[in-house]
């Protein structure tokens, strides 16, 4: 299929329709609605399965270290010890997971280690979370596996008020502090 | 006279590699004589990371995100071309389900809109029309939106998995497809608008950077280069892949082989992209949902052997050559055909005697990616 | 303003009057004129930025201040702060003088532009005004030489030279374009152009080659796209101010822009009526706007500036749309187009006023 020049006629070039098109274009465009998204008040939505930052789970993980094997850049270190305990009332020797790091500032988020993962629901899987990584200090981005387990925040308590609430108090005063500013 | 004199007049200019318009790091030392060009060498290594022997000490489904790497903005055609050399080197081409055929048609069609897009966009503004480059980023949003919603990245994909794929689509995902594809040819026309048939476009690029048809096919070129010269050469056709015999689509050749004609190529496959994509929609309701994986084993330790496989990236032939040994899980050696490579040998014959404000022509229309070229 | 001369006088006390008529009064003149158009020319930026964005589909500064409004005030302060880099080979005496000359003479340029009705706001009207205008606006290039020469870069030198050639060519249309002007009016004076067009119809419609011409080659003369081949980021970095940091790239900025404003100007005084919004002497002419007194002279300068507003917008249209020539395609375009199409407006013109003076004198 040969592409050719589109064929113009002598009096649309004597007219400038060629430069008119494309001033009426931008003309256009100029009262078009924007497609800025004005980034720290607004978030584009991640999609649900968007490869964010990492979560992990000490409970489900079996120690078995396939994710760092599937890791194609190694940066994912997993020490295992083995530790006798009770269970069930017999002595056992059971595999423990000492050290589960990940040097996230070098990851490239292939999710190669959460396909490889056996357990289900997975042990370490990327969240659709936060894709803000950025750090002032690099070794923030090294982490253990509380980090890896907790980074989005310890659990929320809830507030006086929601308390209250709860309890049935109703008058402000009851609330200490809330009371005196008044 | 002049040549064997000491030449006062030529002046010598390190074009890049911090250069707004050498698309990366690409570094061209050019002699110029006033604004004429008279020779002009690129220079390449900026980007070297050596994936190519990186692919040597890792197994084959650690490279499939470094294949990413290679051409940044058309990651999913990367993915592809090496996946297809493993499963040929395994011998399981043929048991690939045909839904996951579909499904890698698809990403590599979006992605050659993509690539083309920002190719467009990039070209355009080269050549001092920054409007476009908005416009194109629009759109290509749009696609990359697709991207996040089936595997979860946006530029580097690492979509595809050796034997297959890994993540499958959705009725909701074809419908935002449907969509976007309703969209894409008023937003093409838009473009086209500002560009096809300006004046200023058509004398910035007619007759720029001319390649006979006879060079193009002497230097290797391929893609819209080699096209853009009156070659009907796709592999898509040449030796169809994936499910590319059941599809219907053109590929478009140019008369000139000039800047102009590249562009014009460039658009229309984009509209050919376009209409393999809907095929594509109709065709992935005739296929079970979740058939998406071949039979690979969890360590993959292909014979011993080599293979090569190459797909048509959006900037032309890229293959990949494995030799594998039989005995590890990786492959002895792996040697990546790169298009952009092979399509920016021919810039010092392009360039010659054309202006500087050409080369820039030159370089946006040959479309290298410097992650491709210095590997 | 003379009303309110003894009132600021008084003021001064004193002080004796040929000093205060002189020397304070010119001078407070000069320094509230010239803050004004600073103001204007750095919110040219802003409203540029914001208009090419909104083009692009996207929205341009909006933080600094409601709506962006304050990026114009936040710009000179960035660039007043910024490291003032001087390159180790540049040559240092030129360096320094290039980013002035080419601000003094488009700032001077507005001394000679009248923005309404006369007395109030025509500071100087001189009787070769436009004569004057264009012998300063042509100056303006000079600094981009120096500065491309000076600044020991090949990108700076190219971006210089092509400068210089780009003046060499648009100088020439640009001068013949507005000739057929000049031999309808028969006169130089800016006020006396524009009292002609109010007396017959804007000069737009008997010239319109001339001013086709004329908006070409102004857009070439200030180096704007789709002719900002001096500057063109995709093929010289930065061009002649690659080199430039601080304030004095802000001054090769803020002499664009100002030569922009003059242009745009200008081209309104020529063919487009000025400050006047009248035919053959009905409507708002310049006498009704002085017969209303102030507010006549505030709707005068009113509908100049929405006037001058419509050619920066336009400019930034092209901008938004065009892409570049390239260096030899501009020289073709000024020496083979534009100058014996000036030439050939000039002949006709001369030809038609030959023969309405015959047919009206017979």
């Known amino acids: ?79 295992v010890g083995e530790e006798t305990r009770e269970v069930d009332g017999k002595k056992k020797k059971i595999k423990v997971l000492n050290r589960y790091d990940i040097d996230v500032k070098r990851c490239m988020f292939c999710s190669l280690c959460e396909e490889a993962c056996p357990t289900k629901p997975k042990s370490i899987w990327l969240t659709t979370g936060t894709y803000e990584l950025a750090s002032y200090d690099r070794n923030e981005l090294y982490m253990n596996m509380q980090q890896l387990e907790y980074w989005e925040g310890r659990p929320e308590y809830s507030t006086l008020e929601e308390i209250a609430a709860e309890q049935g108090i109703t008058e402000a005063k009851a609330l200490p502090g809330k009371g005196d500013s008044k | 006279m002049t040549q064997t004199m000491l030449n006062l007049h030529e002046m010598e200019i390190s074009f890049g590699p911090q250069h707004p318009s050498t698309h990366g790091v690409l570094r061209v030392m050019v002699k110029i004589d006033g604004e004429r060009i008279v020779d002009a060498k690129p220079i390449i290594g900026y980007l070297h990371r050596g994936t190519e022997k990186l692919f040597e000490n890792m197994n084959y489904p650690q490279c ?87 595997c979860g990245a946006r530029l580097t994909l ?89 599809l219907k689509f053109e590929i478009p050749v140019g008369r000139n082989g000039d800047t102009y004609d590249r562009y014009l190529c460039r658009m229309e496959e984009m509209r050919q992209s376009k209409k393999i ?89 040959i479309d290298i990616v410097l992650g491709e070229v210095d590997r | 303003m003379s009303a309110t001369l003894p009132v600021v006088a008084s003021m001064f006390g004193s002080i004796p009057e040929p000093i205060v008529n002189y020397v304070i009064w010119p001078t407070t003149k000069f320094v509230i004129a010239f803050a004004v158009i600073m103001g204007i020319v750095a919110f040219t930026t802003l409203v540029e930025r914001r208009v090419l964005g909104f083009m692009q589909a996207r929205l341009g500064p909006n933080r600094v201040g409601p709506q962006g409004i304050l990026q114009f005030v936040a710009d000179p302060i960035k ?21 002035m000359l080419p601000i003094i003479p488009a700032f001077l340029a507005f001394c000679l532009i009248p923005f309404g009705p006369p007395p109030t706001f025509a500071i100087a009207d001189v009787n070769v005004g436009l004569l004057l205008v264009l012998a300063l606006t042509s100056t303006g290039v000079y600094g981009i030489i120096l500065g491309g020469w000076a600044s020991n870069n090949k990108f700076s030198l190219l971006g210089g030279l092509r400068s210089a050639a780009q003046m060499v060519s648009y100088e020439v249309p640009f001068g013949l374009s507005i000739v057929g002007v000049l031999m309808l009016t028969g006169s130089l004076s800016l006020v006396e152009i524009v009292r002609y067009q109010e007396q017959s119809v804007w000069n737009v419609l008997p010239q319109l080659i001339g001013c086709f011409i004329f908006l070409v080659a102004m857009t070439a003369e200030v180096n704007r796209a789709p002719f900002d081949l001096p500057e063109a980021e995709s093929e010289l970095v930065a061009g002649f101010h690659t080199e430039y940091s601080g304030m004095k790239f802000a001054f090769f900025f803020l ?87 000036a030439l050939a407006n000039i002949v006709v013109t001369g030809l038609v006023i030959l023969i309405a003076q015959s047919g009206g004198a017979s």
């Open chain 3, 79 to 99: 660039l007043l702060l910024k490291e003032d880099i001087v390159p180790a080979g540049a040559q240092k005496a030129a360096y320094f003088i290039a980013p």
């Open chain 3, 255 to 341: 002499a664009e822009y100002a030569s922009m404003l003059v242009n745009a100007c200008l081209i309104v005084l020529l063919f487009f009526g000025g400050w006047t919004a009248a035919i053959a002497g009905h409507g708002l002419t310049t006498a009704a706007m002085q017969s209303m007194g102030w507010l006549g002279m505030i709707l005068g300068f009113l509908i100049f500036g929405a006037k001058v507003a419509f050619f920066m917008i336009l400019y930034i249209w092209f901008r938004g749309t065009f892409p570049r020539y390239r260096f030899d395609q501009l020289m073709d375009l000024g020496w083979k187009w534009m100058i014996p199409l």
């Open chain 2, 277 to 365: 994509l809907e095929q594509c929609v109709t065709m992935i309701a005739d296929t079970k949902e979740g058939d998406l994986k071949a039979k690979v084993s969890r360590v993959i330790r292909p014979a011993e052997g080599e293979a090569y496989f190459s797909v048509e990236c959006p900037k032309g032939e890229l293959g990949y050559y494995i030799i594998a040994d039989g005995k590890n899980p990786n492959a002895y050696r792996c040697h990546v055909r790169p298009p952009s490579f092979v399509n920016l040998s021919a810039l010092p014959d392009l360039v010659k005697g054309h202006l500087v404000a050409d080369m820039v022509a030159v370089i946006g229309t």
């Open chain 2, 64 to 150: 499939v995100p470094h294949t990413d790497r290679l051409d940044y903005v058309a990651s999913a055609t990367s993915n592809e071309g090496f996946v297809g050399a493993v499963e040929k080197l395994l011998g399981i081409t043929d048991q690939i389900p045909r839904r996951a055929k579909i499904i890698r048609v698809m990403l590599a069609e979006l992605q050659r809109l993509s690539s083309h897009l920002l190719w467009l966009a990039t070209h355009a503004i080269d050549l001092g029309a920054m409007t476009p480059f908005f416009y194109t980023f629009r759109e290509r949003e749009l696609i990359l939106d697709l991207f996040e919603d089936y």
């Open chain 1, 1 to 79: 299929m040969l592409v050719e020049a589109p064929k113009t006629k002598w009096t649309d070039r004597f007219l400038l329709l060629d430069l008119l098109t494309g001033l009426r274009t931008t003309w256009r465009e100029l009262w078009r609605k924007k497609v800025t998204v004005e980034y720290p008040e607004n978030r584009l939505p991640t999609s649900d399965n968007f490869r964010g930052m990492f979560r992990f789970s000490y409970e489900r993980c079996i120690a078995c270290k396939i994710c760092a094997m599937a890791c194609p850049i190694e940066i994912i270190y997993i020490d």
């Open chain 2, 158 to 246: 690492n979509c595809m998995r050796i034997g297959g794929q890994a993540d499958d689509v959705n009725a909701q995902w074809l419908q935002k497809l449907a969509d976007f594809l309703g969209i894409f040819d008023a937003a093409l026309d838009e473009y086209e608008s500002l560009l096809t048939t300006n004046r200023i476009w058509r004398k910035r690029t007619v007759g720029i950077g001319v390649i006979t048809p006879e060079d193009a096919i002497d230097w290797g070129l391929t893609g819209p280069p080699l096209r853009g010269s009156g070659i009907e050469w796709d592999i898509r056709r040449a030796f169809p892949y994936e499910v590319y015999s059941d």
